[in-house]
């Protein structure tokens, strides 16, 4: 099994609309799960961590976490032609560590 | 000022030549590590050193060897390149401050072994 999986996509949505992000990760021991946005050609840029169960809202991003379904999620309201990026998820990889697994990223694309 | 930078940004080099990385933080962060990211764009950890001293050495080929002289610096030697190894490497730094520890990357290097 995969250590964090999310789908490649390409994940369409219209300006305006609301663009949701799953993850998946596999290990039960993993405390700390964030959101990174990589623009094509450029570094990964830390948008949203969350540790505990529940929502997480920053701006127009709102980050989700279940630990017992092993679920990390992040929405995006109003998506713009600029949030057009990939959004990789990022699971520390046990329960002392600080290293961190990222999933393959999903590829979102806004449309005008 | 950079915090993360990373030498040089690109590096095109031909199959079996030597090559070395640098990476620098100016944060003041404990941990630093390389990342891969192949053509699909999939990062993957290589390295970990906290302090100067290894953490975390993934299945990488003893071909590629991590030096860090003081924990401002992480650099990344590889030894007889092959096409493979085509790639772009990010240096990334991090610290422990009560539950956060989220990365900051370097710009990354992007390697082309002809």
């Known amino acids: 099994q995969k250590e964090v999986e999310q789908n490649s996509g390409p994940l369409s949505v219209p300006e305006g609309a609301i663009a949701s992000l799953n993850c998946t990760y596999s290990?039960?021991?993993?405390?700390?799960f964030f959101w990174y946005r990589q623009y094509s050609g450029k570094s990964p840029e830390l948008i949203m961590s969350?540790?505990?169960?529940g929502d997480k809202e920053d701006g127009r991003f709102t980050a989700q976490l279940n630990k017992a379904s092993q679920y990390v999620s992040l929405l995006i309201r109003d998506s713009q032609p600029s949030d057009s990026a990939t959004y990789l998820c990022?699971?520390?990889?046990?329960?002392?560590?600080?290293?961190?697994?990222f999933g393959k990223g999903t590829t979102l694309s806004v449309s005008s | 000022d950079t915090a993360v930078s990373q030498t040089p940004k690109y590096l095109v080099t031909q199959m079996g030549n030597d090559k070395s990385i640098k990476c620098e933080q100016n944060?003041?962060?404990?941990?630093m590590y390389w990342y891969k990211q192949d053509s699909k764009k999939f990062l993957k950890i290589m390295f970990s050193?906290?302090?100067?001293?290894?953490?975390i050495n993934e299945t990488v080929p003893n071909r590629f060897s991590p030096k860090s002289p003081d924990k401002a610096h992480l650099n990344l030697h590889i030894n007889s390149l092959e096409l493979g190894d085509s790639a772009v490497y990010f240096c990334?730094?991090?610290?422990?401050?009560?539950?956060?520890?989220?990365?900051?990357f370097g710009s990354g290097t992007r390697l082309t072994v002809v």
């Open positions: 990334a730094s991090s610290q422990m401050t009560g539950e956060y520890y989220g990365y900051t």
């Open positions: 290990d039960r021991g993993s405390q700390s």
């Open positions: 969350i540790y505990s169960n």
């Open positions: 990022a699971v520390n990889k046990n329960q002392a560590g600080t290293a961190l697994i």
């Open positions: 944060l003041g962060h404990d941990t």
């Open positions: 050193y906290n302090n100067k001293e290894l953490i």
